[in-house]
């Protein structure tokens, strides 16, 4: 396994920053412990400083003689189990006396500026802490009380303390380490079903999903992630798929009559009207082709678009009249009488784009299938505090049989048909998608040879 894997990585970053939090708790504990122990040997040598001050006499007669009799006969008495270390000099620092314990060894006196501190020093290699305090008659300093004891213990003690901190820190980092590892592999093992189960999936096996852990933590949101990616791109694929099978399918037929047409045409010489006759059915066919394409691009784009980002005013008198301008040639060369009735200014919030495509896709169909010298009304209300937008033709109809199939993509009424109106089918596939995507209410009521009511109720 590489040593650099992921649960190692993490468990490595864990010991360090752990590391680091127990180096600072060593180095407190040690620095606690040391305080301590150097406080309370501070604590027993001022007690021996206060101790011997009471025993001692000044005796001026004899140059400030330091008279210790009484401490000498205690001291005798204690000289096995004291571990404390005397010292009298007089006003001129010669040797008074000593505790027995000293024997020959003698403890050093410092400089005055070193009076009533303590001193870390030596007696004979063994490391001592004294403290040298001036004693005085009258203001005068007339000698000096020493007093020192070991440091042998302290020093075995933070010894041995060092050398288990030491010790220990390794160890501890070590048995970190595994647990850490152990817990991380554990921690990461959504992880390695990910990569399972993503190493299963390609352009042939779009469906596999992540299994989504019970815990919706950061590994649920990446699964969770991956899976809406893996959604997206399998939507995108079928539209791609459906686009190019609807493609391939309908524009075989326009193909073929423009092919069939040229053929004809080039068979035998023609007169102008022929040829201009024939170019011309075939550029209406191009057109057409033109319209199916875009419509089915259209179509593509938005099949499974959950939703659009565009929010902005939309003024629906204003795309209603132009879209109507639009169709103005079409709708005189039918003699086609449109009323509008618009009470007051409607203005929506969504996507101008989208409802211009819905509403002029609705126009376009009221405007085909009317008949000459027909009326359409469109009519713009609130209802419900709702706006409400109803196109109305008096045109062909569609028949009950038809009216729950003029949804699906390509589909074409019999009525229709049969009238041989040019047409996609993909109209009111379109309205149909893009009012979902908007959340628009689209509503169709139809009867055949009376005419269509279509209804759009806006959010």
């Given at each position: 396994?590489?040593?650099?894997?992921?649960?190692?990585?993490?468990?490595?970053?864990?010991?360090?920053?752990?590391?680091?939090?127990?180096?600072?708790?060593?180095?407190?504990?040690?620095?606690?412990?040391?305080?301590?122990?150097?406080?309370?040997?501070?604590?027993?040598?001022?007690?021996?400083?206060?101790?011997?001050?009471?025993?001692?006499?000044?005796?001026?007669?004899?140059?400030y003689?330091?008279?210790?009799?009484?401490?000498?006969?205690?001291?005798?008495?204690?000289?096995?189990?004291?571990?404390?270390?005397?010292?009298?000099?007089?006003?001129?620092d010669?040797?008074?006396d000593?505790?027995?314990?000293?024997?020959?060894?003698?403890?050093?006196?410092?400089?005055?500026?070193?009076?009533?501190q303590?001193?870390?020093t030596?007696?004979?290699?063994?490391?001592?802490?004294?403290?040298?305090?001036p004693?005085?008659?009258?203001?005068?300093?007339?000698?000096?009380?020493?007093?020192?004891?070991?440091?042998?213990?302290?020093?075995?003690v933070?010894?041995?303390?060092?050398?288990i901190?030491?010790?220990?820190?390794?160890?501890?980092?070590?048995?970190?380490?595994?647990?850490?590892?152990?817990?991380?592999?554990?921690?990461?093992?959504?992880i390695n079903?990910?990569?399972?189960?993503?190493?299963?999936?390609?352009?042939?096996?779009?469906?596999?999903?992540?299994?989504?852990?019970?815990?919706?933590?950061?590994?649920?949101?990446?699964?969770?992630?991956?899976?809406?990616?893996?959604?997206?791109?399998?939507?995108?694929?079928?539209?791609?798929?459906?686009?190019?099978?609807?493609?391939?399918?309908?524009?075989?037929?326009?193909?073929?009559?423009?092919?069939?047409?040229?053929?004809?045409?080039?068979?035998?010489?023609?007169?102008?009207?022929?040829?201009?006759?024939?170019i011309?059915?075939c550029?209406?066919?191009?057109?057409?082709?033109?319209?199916?394409?875009?419509?089915?691009?259209?179509?593509?784009?938005?099949?499974?678009?959950?939703?659009?980002?565009?929010?902005?005013?939309?003024?629906?008198?204003?795309?209603?009249?132009?879209?109507?301008?639009?169709?103005?040639?079409?709708?005189?060369?039918?003699k086609?009488?449109?009323?509008?009735?618009?009470?007051?200014?409607?203005?929506?919030?969504?996507?101008?784009?989208?409802?211009?495509?819905i509403?002029?896709?609705?126009?376009?169909?009221?405007?085909?299938?009317?008949?000459?010298?027909?009326?359409?009304?469109?009519?713009?209300?609130?209802?419900?505090?709702h706006?409400?937008?109803?196109?109305?033709?008096?045109?062909?109809?569609?028949?009950?049989?038809?009216?729950?199939?003029?949804?699906?993509?390509?589909?074409?009424?019999?009525?229709?048909?049969?009238?041989?109106i040019?047409?996609?089918?993909?109209?009111?596939?379109?309205?149909?998608?893009?009012?979902?995507?908007?959340?628009?209410?689209?509503?169709?009521?139809?009867k055949?040879?009376?005419?269509?009511?279509?209804?759009?109720r806006?959010?």
């Open positions: 396994m590489n040593a650099f894997s992921f649960r190692n990585r993490i468990a490595f970053y864990y010991l360090v920053s752990t590391a680091l939090l127990i180096a600072i708790v060593f180095f407190a504990i040690y620095q606690i412990v040391s305080f301590s122990v150097y406080n309370h040997i501070n604590t027993d040598i001022e007690v021996e400083v206060e101790k011997h001050l009471e025993e001692i006499e000044i005796d001026q007669n004899n140059t003689l330091i008279q210790v009799d009484q401490w000498r006969d205690r001291e005798h008495n204690a000289v096995d189990v004291n571990p404390v270390f005397i010292q009298f000099l007089d006003v001129n010669e040797l008074i000593k505790s027995p314990n000293l024997k020959n060894l003698n403890l050093k006196l410092y400089t005055e500026d070193r009076d009533n303590f001193v870390d030596y007696l004979n290699t063994k490391p001592i802490r004294q403290i040298q305090v004693l005085f008659d009258k203001e005068q300093i007339v000698g000096y009380l020493i007093v020192a004891m070991s440091l042998d213990d302290a020093a075995m933070l010894t041995n303390l060092r050398t901190l030491l010790v220990s820190f390794p160890l501890i980092l070590l048995v970190l380490f595994l647990t850490a590892r152990f817990f991380a592999g554990r921690s990461i093992q959504p079903s990910i990569i399972a189960i993503s190493s299963q999936i390609s352009k042939d096996n779009l469906s596999s999903r992540i299994n989504l852990p019970p815990n919706k933590d950061e590994l649920y949101v990446l699964s969770k992630t991956i899976n809406d990616l893996l959604d997206r791109i399998e939507n995108a694929i079928d539209r791609e798929k459906q686009f190019t099978s609807d493609a391939s399918h309908e524009l075989r037929t326009p193909l073929a009559i423009i092919k069939g047409t040229l053929e004809v045409l080039v068979r035998k010489p023609r007169n102008q009207a022929e040829y201009e006759e024939k011309n059915f550029v209406k066919e191009v057109d057409r082709m033109n319209t199916l394409v875009d419509e089915l691009l259209l179509l593509a784009r938005f099949e499974n678009q959950k939703q659009t980002n565009k929010k902005e005013p939309v003024f629906l008198n204003a795309i209603v009249l132009d879209i109507l301008a639009r169709y103005s040639e079409k709708i005189n060369l039918k086609i009488t449109v009323h509008t009735n618009f009470n007051e200014e409607y203005t929506i919030t969504s996507d101008v784009y989208l409802i211009s495509i509403i002029s896709n609705l126009l376009s169909n009221a405007i085909k299938y009317s008949d000459e010298n027909g009326e359409i009304f469109v009519t713009l209300d609130k209802e419900n505090g706006v409400i937008c109803k196109i109305v033709d008096e045109g062909m109809g569609i028949s009950n049989e038809d009216l729950n199939k003029i949804g699906n993509r390509f589909y074409r009424s019999q009525s229709v048909q049969h009238r041989e040019k047409g996609t089918g993909l109209g009111l596939s379109i309205v149909n998608r893009l009012a979902d995507l908007l959340d628009i209410t689209f509503e169709i009521e139809s055949l040879k009376q005419g269509t009511a279509v209804l759009l806006f959010p």
